[in-house]
């Protein structure tokens, strides 16, 4: 006998207690305080453009140097300005992103959908993403400190060098000091791998709790007719005489 077929039971909707007024009104006020960060992205933007008037005065010194003296160049001292350059662009870049996202995560959506300039990040920012981005933007910049540093000391720790030696910017660079920027750069990658498995890990268990929420139906789909076939039924041939199935033995 063929059993019936099961139907998947449809989640219900999330269930919220009787609420009193003052309790709701709780509930709102507390909603509403996201807003109090608002300030606090705008004063990102206004350190955004402090760093606009930094890459321009960089910029400046830097032609300044070139123009200076065009014949006796010294490619460590460009590199280096170029660095400095590259490091303000990428501290620009995590704001963007922290204004942005940040906004975009705790505050209020942001109504650019269809818009040509839209980021591409933007469409699937969560908490999740952002601090992984975040954590790449900062090992980003960690690297551009850490290649100066060793543009920097030069031979440092080299036989019969000192302890101690002044770098092409003035700066005095210690051995001590170099290897805790390097463990310190170290941790910073070491974060990101985590935060990324953590994120991996998250989406894969969102991923298996959907999959058991749509449970297919216990049914048996016939690849010559779409209809569902029910669990248990037997396949039978026969011939149709007369409007009557007739089963062939």
Same mark, same amino acid.
């Given at each position: 006998?063929?059993?019936?077929?099961?139907?998947?039971?449809?989640?219900?909707?999330?269930?919220?207690?009787?609420?009193?007024?003052?309790?709701?009104?709780?509930?709102?006020?507390?909603?509403?305080?996201?807003? @109090?960060?608002?300030?606090? !992205?705008?004063? @990102?933007?206004?350190?955004?453009?402090?760093?606009?008037?930094?890459?321009? /005065? &960089?910029?400046?010194? =830097?032609? &300044?140097?070139?123009?200076?003296?065009? =014949?006796?160049?010294?490619?460590?001292?460009?590199?280096?300005?170029? =660095?400095?350059?590259?490091?303000?662009?990428? *501290?620009?870049?995590?704001?963007?992103?922290?204004?942005?996202?940040?906004?975009?995560?705790?505050?209020?959506?942001?109504?650019? &959908?269809?818009?040509?300039?839209?980021?591409?990040?933007?469409?699937?920012?969560?908490?999740?993403? @952002?601090?992984?981005? #975040?954590?790449?933007? /900062? /090992?980003?910049?960690?690297? /551009?400190? #850490? =290649?100066?540093?060793?543009?920097?000391?030069?031979?440092?720790?080299?036989?019969?060098?000192?302890?101690?030696?002044?770098? @092409?910017?003035?700066?005095? !660079?210690?051995?001590?000091?170099?290897?805790?920027?390097?463990? *310190?750069?170290?941790?910073?990658?070491?974060?990101?791998?985590?935060?990324?498995?953590?994120?991996?890990?998250?989406?894969?268990?969102?991923?298996?709790?959907?999959?058991?929420?749509?449970?297919?139906?216990?049914?048996?789909?016939?690849?010559?007719?779409?209809?569902?076939?029910?669990?248990?039924?037997?396949?039978?041939?026969?011939?149709?005489?007369?409007?009557?199935?007739? &089963?062939?033995?």
């Amino acid at each position: 006998m063929a059993s019936r077929p099961q139907t998947t039971a449809v989640p219900s909707q999330r269930q919220y207690r009787p609420q009193t007024a003052w309790v709701k009104s709780v509930g709102y006020l507390i909603f509403f305080s996201r807003w @109090l960060q608002a300030p606090l !992205y705008l004063g @990102l933007i206004i350190a955004q453009l402090v760093y606009v008037v930094v890459f321009v /005065i &960089e910029l400046v010194h =830097l032609i &300044e140097t070139v123009l200076k003296d065009p =014949l006796h160049i010294e490619e460590s001292v460009i590199m280096l300005s170029v =660095l400095g350059l590259i490091d303000v662009v990428m *501290i620009a870049n995590l704001l963007i992103m922290v204004i942005i996202g940040g906004y975009e995560t705790f505050v209020s959506k942001i109504d650019i &959908e269809g818009h040509p300039d839209q980021p591409e990040w933007l469409s699937h920012v969560n908490a999740n993403v @952002l601090k992984v981005k #975040l954590a790449m933007a /900062i /090992i980003g910049i960690s690297s /551009i400190h #850490l =290649l100066k540093t060793f543009i920097e000391v030069g031979d440092l720790g080299a036989p019969g060098s000192n302890n101690e030696e002044e770098s @092409l910017t003035g700066d005095v !660079y210690t051995g001590d000091g170099v290897f805790w920027q390097v463990i *310190i750069h170290t941790v910073f990658i070491l974060s990101a791998i985590a935060l990324a498995l953590i994120d991996r890990m998250s989406q894969n268990h969102g991923a298996s709790a959907r999959s058991l929420t749509h449970k297919p139906s216990d049914q048996v789909v016939d690849p010559i007719d779409p209809s569902p076939v029910p669990q248990g039924a037997v396949a039978v041939s026969g011939y149709i005489i007369d409007g009557k199935f007739v &089963e062939q033995r």
